[in-house]
Structures are given as C-alpha cells and as structure tokens.
C-alpha cells in the first residue's frame, strides 16, 4: 500500500484547507485510515480516523468540531476537511492504514497500530 497525502499549504487562522490521501491497491476499501499530525519538537498525534465503511469517524478531542474525515473508497482516497484553523495545528499532517482494524473492529488512536504511512504534507496556520 502506497499513500500520499496533498493539500498543505499556509493559511491564516480561522481559514479552512481540506486534505487528501490518495491510496494504491484494490484493498484500500478494507482499511481504517487515520491522519496524524507532527508540530516541531513534538510526538506524532492522533487528529483522526476513519473506518473503511465510512460510517464511524472518530477523533482527537483537540479537533473534535472542526475537521471532518471523509472517504470516496471507489477514487481510493480519504480527506481530511479541517475548519476554524489555528495556529495550534501548525504541523506536518500523514495519513496512515490500519489494515487489520475491520477485522478486529478497533478505533486505531496510537500511531503503532497504523501499519502504513504516507509522506506527509505541511499545514502552516498563521496567527
């Protein structure tokens, strides 16, 4: 499975940018897909994730009414819409499949249940 992420750039708070994930492979459709973010000096954190029906999202309480995951598993590509930016988000945004979440019917939050990761793209929020 290969993924790249797209859609970074800069953006001034309270702005919107919506990202997206493209996949490769016929499985796409099997996977839970997760984003994830990295800020300077800081860990890897869980913003959100996606079940591979689409009909359960779930995310980081930090995010929690402003960004929306979303799926189109026939272009093999999950988004991540994210509103009412702030300069908080600043970071390096990936995308990641969780390739054994169906079949174990687990919520992936931690970066070590993400089996594969794609390069991620940048998001600057500007105050």
């Known amino acids: 499975v290969q993924l790249q992420a797209s859609g970074g750039g800069l953006v001034q708070a309270g702005g919107s940018l919506r990202l997206s994930c493209a996949a490769s492979?016929?499985?796409?459709?099997?996977?839970?897909m997760g984003w994830f973010r990295q800020a300077p000096g800081k860990e890897r954190e869980f913003v959100g994730g996606?079940?591979?029906?689409?009909?359960?999202?779930f995310y980081a309480d930090s995010v929690k009414g402003r960004f929306t995951i979303s799926r189109d598993n026939a272009k093999n590509t999950v988004y991540l819409q994210m509103n009412s930016l702030k300069p908080d988000d600043t970071a390096v945004y990936y995308c990641a499949a969780d390739t054994i979440a169906s079949t174990i019917h687990r919520l992936g939050r931690s970066p070590s249940q993400y089996d594969y990761w794609g390069k991620g793209t940048l998001v600057t929020v500007s105050s």
């Open positions: 492979g016929r499985t796409f459709s099997t996977y839970s």
């Open positions: 996606i079940t591979w029906s689409g009909l359960t999202t």
